[in-house]
């Protein structure tokens, strides 16, 4: 055991290391660029790197594979037709924000309507990161590295003492990231992490077909498509409780357009790009990732069912900690162990990054402190990290009391400001008579039959309920916005810092973006009735 421990110190350890020397070069006290994005320096793999890890967290690879355990292949819906989003991100999306030299998206919002629209976009995306995502990221990272390495019994104390300890640990290191060195050092850290999840995580269900296989890679595949081929049906049926099939086109759809493109969270590492092209290059990275990110975020749980069999349906969860421990050598946990650590604190960090960015950018230095320095606006950001860290760390603990409901919750939680927000920005990209006053009523409008919808039709899945709503916000933004309009069109000026940063496409985008949703389609027939499945 103490090689376990020794090998997870010494990764975690190289890896802070050869990042804070790639990044030890940046002015992140002087500058509120380099702070809060990379100095706009990034690298299209370095983009993709820090994308996909603050994307991925354990709840993601626990969660996820626990519901392939239950329900089979319908799960990776969550991560393979996200691709198509991404596409989009990178050829429709990305342009538009370069165009403006942004740096959050509220800022496009101020720009396009008013800065009380903005300021309420960044009120929400706060409160999320700061009361749901970042305590759950730490919680359900915390319990899962529990359950793996059992540190309770290492250390010879209580679950929740020692979930409490992993909770500060982890909170300690993303505040110690982003304050030696910003959004770079997290990113660059972000990326070597990267190469360790995919070499570890398609290792779990490589050992899994090998023990079904009986040392057979080969018999291993034969034995899942031969003993559990429905599991391995991509297609959710109209009632199914994770992706009912027809929401793929609609709710699902529009849900993945909000969180890849208009998330702060995510789009604030295309933004750190050295110019548009490397942004437009590392999105496609992150699409193609996704594609294939099933074969450990979702594949592992079917696999786990043909080792476990029903053992653990009455907690799916730990369906894949379980699998990690019977399938990988003793030697291999540590460094494992370090892979499941950077992924949480890759998700944790950004969050993090990400809530003190949008206060910085846009309440402290507007509200707070006009004249504020890029200097003082990057200690703002240090300081602000170091706080919303404390607080995530305190309430971490305390997630339990949500219950088993949790993970439903958080991935509700959105549905209360997703669809509108993605309205708006649309009718930003598309219309030039959309107005201000359209864009709160339908916030408005959204927040209001969103939460009637979790009273009224309490049984009906909230993609179909999104689905709807969807065309009801876009419906509310054309109707408020032509009453309200007085005659004006918006005209896109031209923005200094958008030729600073480089707005020139890459040549090959819309190839590639078309590429990556062909590939979609052809991974959908495979896992389906016409393919393996049955």
């Known amino acids: 055991m103490f090689f376990v421990f020794a090998s997870f110190a010494i990764v975690i350890t190289l890896i802070g290391f050869i990042a804070y020397n790639k990044t030890k070069g940046s002015n992140t006290t002087e500058s509120a660029d380099d702070y809060f994005l990379g100095g706009r320096s990034l690298s299209a793999a370095v983009v993709a790197g820090t994308i996909i890890m603050t994307n991925l967290s354990t709840e993601q690879i626990v969660g996820q594979n626990g519901q392939s355990y239950a329900a089979g292949m319908q799960v990776m819906a969550w991560e393979v037709t996200s691709a198509i989003a991404i596409a989009l991100l990178a050829a429709v999306f990305l342009p538009k924000y370069f165009r403006h030299g942004i740096g959050t998206i509220s800022d496009f919002l101020e720009i396009r309507y008013d800065t009380t629209t903005k300021r309420i976009v960044s009120l929400l995306f706060i409160i999320t990161y700061m009361v749901s995502f970042m305590p759950v990221v730490l919680y359900s990272g915390s319990l899962v590295f529990n359950r793996i390495f059992g540190l309770d019994q290492m250390l010879g104390v209580s679950r929740e003492v020692a979930i409490a300890i992993m909770a500060i640990l982890i909170g300690v290191v993303g505040v110690l990231y982003l304050f030696l060195g910003g959004m770079k050092l997290s990113a660059y850290s972000d990326t070597i992490y990267q190469f360790g999840l995919i070499i570890g995580g398609l290792a779990i269900p490589f050992l899994g077909l090998k023990l079904l296989g009986n040392g057979s890679f080969v018999s291993g595949v034969e034995s899942v498509v031969d003993n559990t081929p429905e599991l391995l049906n991509s297609i959710g049926a109209v009632d199914s409780e994770i992706v009912p099939w027809p929401t793929l086109f609609t709710g699902m759809f529009f849900n993945n357009l909000f969180f890849w493109c208009t998330n702060q969270m995510i789009v604030q590492k295309a933004f750190a790009a050295k110019n548009l092209q490397e942004a437009q290059k590392g999105a496609l990275m992150v699409g193609t990732f996704k594609i294939f990110g099933a074969l450990f975020l979702v594949f592992p749980g079917v696999v786990a069912r043909n080792i476990f069999g029903d053992k653990f349906l009455n907690l ?150 999104l689905s709807v709503l969807f065309l009801l916000d876009l419906l509310v933004m054309w109707i408020v916005s032509k009453i309200t309009n007085k005659g004006e069109e918006f005209i896109i000026e031209d923005y200094s810092i958008a030729s600073e940063v480089g707005t020139v496409q890459w040549p090959h985008v819309r190839q590639v973006a078309m590429i990556i949703s062909i590939v979609v389609v052809l991974v959908y027939l495979l896992f389906s009735p016409l393919g393996i499945a049955k």
Do not use: C
């Open 316 to 465: 799916p969860d730990a369906a894949y900690p379980n699998l990690v421990v019977e399938v990988l050598p003793q030697w291999a946990l540590g460094f494992f162990g370090a892979v499941i650590f950077g992924a949480i604190l890759s998700s944790f960090a950004g969050s993090l990054s990400s809530t003190s960015t949008l206060f910085v950018l846009d309440f402290y230095k507007p509200l707070i402190n006009k004249e504020a320095s890029p200097q003082q606006m990057a200690k703002m950001g240090r300081i602000t990290n170091v706080t919303l860290g404390i607080i995530a760390i305190i309430v971490a603990p305390f997630i339990s009391k949500a219950g088993s409901g949790l993970y439903a919750f958080v991935q509700e939680f959105n549905g209360l400001y997703n669809m509108p927000l993605l309205v708006m920005i649309l009718f930003a990209f598309y219309s030039k008579t959309a107005t201000a006053q359209g864009a709160k009523v339908t916030m408005i409008f959204h927040v209001v039959f969103y939460g009637l919808s979790k009273i009224l039709l309490k049984n009906v899945h909230y993609l179909y309920v």
